[in-house]
C-alpha cells in the first residue's frame, strides 16, 4: 500500500511569496496531522482533521497560516506570506480514529525561505 | 496535562552493546504509549505501542519496551545496539480527551551508535 504522500519535498522560495504544501493521506484514515519540525522548537502540532472537518487549529503559529481538507484524500498547508522563520520541515500524518491506532508520517517537505 | 519526557538529548551506545532510552509520561485515565523513530531526511516510523497487558512490548528492527506503571516509565531497549540503529527517538502519548487519534510526542532523543 502507498503510504502517506506529501508534495513537492523540497520547496525554496522568496519571503512574501505564498506556499502551499500538499498530502495524501492512506486511504480509509480518517485523521489527518500537520505537524512542522524545527532543531529550535522540534516537533510541533500544527492542525488536525477528523473526517475532513478540522478539530484543533490551536498549533498554528498565525494567521499566516491555513490548511483545508476538502475531501478524505487531499489536504493543503497554505503560508501566505511566508516569511524566513518559516523554514522547518512540514510532515503530515494519517490515521484510523480508533482509541489506540498509531499515526502514519509522510517523508515532509523542507521548506526554505530566503 | 498529558505529557511525556525524555530526559537525555543524546545516548551514546557502542555495538553490541544493550541500549535503553528513556520516556516517563504524565497522562489522566490508562496510558497509550508510543515509540517512534526518525532517521535522517525522513519521517517519523512507528516503532511499537502499549495499550494494555504485557508490560513488555515487542516492535519493529528487534526493539522492545517495557511499560512501568508504579514509575510511570515507557524505556525503549534493544539487547544488541546495531550502527544503523543511529536515529533520533521520539516517546508518545495518546490524549485521551481528543476525538481524533491525537498523540503527544516527546522532545526526542538522538541514539548514536559507535562500531
Redesign the interface.
Known sequence: DAG?IQSPRHEVTEMGQEVTLRCKPISGHN?L?WYRQTMMR??E?LI???NNVP??DSGMPEDRFSAKMPNASFSTLKIQPSEPRDSAVY?C?S??????????????TRLTVL | AQSVAQPEDQVNVAEGNPLTVKCTYSVSGNP?L?W?VQYPN?????LL?Y?TGDNLVKGSYGFEAEFNKSQTSFHLKKPSALVSDSALY?CAV?DPY??????I?G??TRLSIRP
Open positions: 502517506v485523521s496531522f522540534g516537533l502540532l488536525y482533521f477528523n478539530i484543533d510532515f500524518a490515521s484510523l480514529v480508533r482509541e489506540a491506532n498509531e499515526q502514519f508520517f509522510g517523508p515532509g | 497509550y508510543f517512534y525522513r519521517g517519523l516510523q512507528f505501542k495499550i521520539f495518546r481528543s476525538s481524533a487519534s491525537k498523540i510526542f522532545s526526542g
